[in-house]
């Protein structure tokens, strides 16, 4: 019998040295490749007096070279009057791009040449061997059609052998139908969002009364933060090993995931690009051991890189070896800094929300969303979604002791009361909704 590879690829066993060695000389080449083919980044680079041959480390590439946000790039699209003002490559050699969501904004683009897409299709197999995806699954993968992510992924999951590919949208209303597919056609391994997954199986339990969910044995959740209680509730009530995935799916179709550790989650391409955690206030590189907003540069790619792009998500960055053997960083994602909700002199996030969540028995895998007012409350207003199993009679004594739950957890007072909805967009429940 022929064993079973523990990784899919050396680079994720490298020696850290040998990573930093490869960041720094893809960043030094991708310097010099910006400021001859980009329009845009190259007047930044001219502008801020960056010389490629003076970048030694990588300390001093994160000194010379300046952050890039989202809007610095809608400003170019108007100033260069195209979509791609980022773009390096003629157009004849784009074989794929796509659209960000335009959840903030304007949608940005990202494009991909043949070599940009078959490298990101092999980061793509490292993360889907990494969750324990093998070739003899039948993968159900639902995501947002139009993104590129939609075809990379799939590539991937068949570049690692899996013939049997199940592709659908990822829409709150179609949920009905995922079920079914789930029963009919067994697929054993899933990847959806959290609330996706959440309202599958209330679905499920409403429709039959059962708690299992079709063949599934493992599932990758995306969107939104997941604590330990309400994922080991998905393995004792659905029989569902569940592997977290966060990062940047408009921008960049770049991601970390848990391996079967289920510490922090592998940033997969460690060698192709460069990760920084910083001050979001200062811009300098975060302190020890505190959060801090993630900044990439995807250097192995030529058709559209971002150069110490800003993504506003917080992440920490975890230490130690981790017991799968992978060598790659790990952190685990926090939450958006927008994401800030001010109650009673304090900043909630709904990550935090989240975790306490997860250790109620009441309110574990419960969707919600929090309120935030023009001006700070003194009270924490919390809208959790309705299972649809939860009688009228018990919803208000359900929410009240939710509520004291969650006063003793965040150690401010809570407001928590169930609704038939709660607002999406995609896959995501939209985690903060401002109010005046």
């Not at 041959?53 to 070279?65: C, N, P, Q, T």
């Not at 990062?247 to 995931?257: E, K």
């Not at 997969?268 to 920084?276: C, K, Q, R």
């Not at 957890?409 to 609704?419: D, H, I, K, N, Y």
């Amino acid at each position: 019998m022929t064993p079973v590879r523990p990784y899919w690829s050396p680079a994720e066993t490298l020696a850290a040295d040998e990573q930093a060695a490869r960041r720094l000389a893809g960043v030094r080449e991708l310097l010099d490749w910006l400021m001859q083919k980009s329009p845009f980044y190259g007047a930044r680079l001219r502008a801020a007096g960056v010389d490629p041959r003076a970048i030694g480390s990588l300390r001093d590439f994160a000194e010379a070279v300046p952050l890039t946000t989202k809007q610095d790039l809608r400003d170019a699209m108007a100033e260069f009057g195209s979509a791609l003002p980022h773009l390096c490559v003629p157009r004849e050699q784009v074989v794929l791009a796509g659209p960000s969501a335009g959840t903030s904004g304007r949608q940005t683009y990202q494009a991909f040449t043949a070599e940009d897409v078959a490298t990101n299709v092999e980061i793509s197999a490292r993360l889907f061997w990494c969750c324990g995806l093998r070739p003899g699954d039948v993968f159900h993968l639902l995501v947002t059609p139009f993104t590129p992510a939609a075809q990379i992924f799939r590539l991937a999951a068949a570049r690692i052998g899996v013939k049997w590919i199940i592709q659908d949208d990822h829409e709150p209303g179609h949920v009905p139908r995922y079920v079914d597919v789930a029963g009919s056609l067994e697929p054993t391994f899933l990847q959806a969002g959290v609330a996706t997954l959440r309202a599958m199986a209330a679905h499920a339990r409403a429709g039959t009364g059962t708690r299992r969910l079709g063949a599934y044995r493992s599932a990758i959740l995306m969107g939104a933060a997941l604590g330990a209680e309400a994922r080991r509730d998905f393995r004792e009530q659905l029989g569902i090993d569940v592997f977290t995935l966060s990062g940047q799916g408009s921008d960049f179709n770049l991601f970390s995931t848990q391996c079967e550790a289920h510490d922090g989650e592998h940033w997969h391409a460690d060698d192709l690009t460069l990760v920084e955690l910083i001050d979001p206030a200062t811009g300098r590189p975060a302190a020890e051991g505190t959060l801090g907003e993630l900044v990439i540069t995807d250097f192995y790619r030529r058709a559209s890189p971002h150069l110490r792009w800003r993504t506003e998500d917080m992440y920490s960055l975890h230490t130690g070896p981790c017991a799968c053997g992978r060598s790659t960083r790990r952190f685990t994602l926090h939450d958006r800094l927008a994401n800030r909700v001010p109650v009673a002199g304090r900043s909630v996030y709904p990550f935090q929300v989240e975790e306490c969540l997860s250790r109620s028995r009441d309110g574990r895998n419960l969707e919600f969303s929090l309120i935030r007012r023009s001006t700070e409350t003194p009270e924490l207003d919390l809208r959790l979604l309705k299972p649809p199993t939860l009688a009228d009679g018990q919803a208000d004594k359900l929410a009240h002791s939710i509520s004291t739950h969650l006063s003793h957890e965040l150690g401010l007072p809570v407001s928590a009361r169930f609704q038939d909805k709660l607002p999406y967009v995609g896959y995501k429940t939209v985690r903060v909704i401002d109010e005046n």
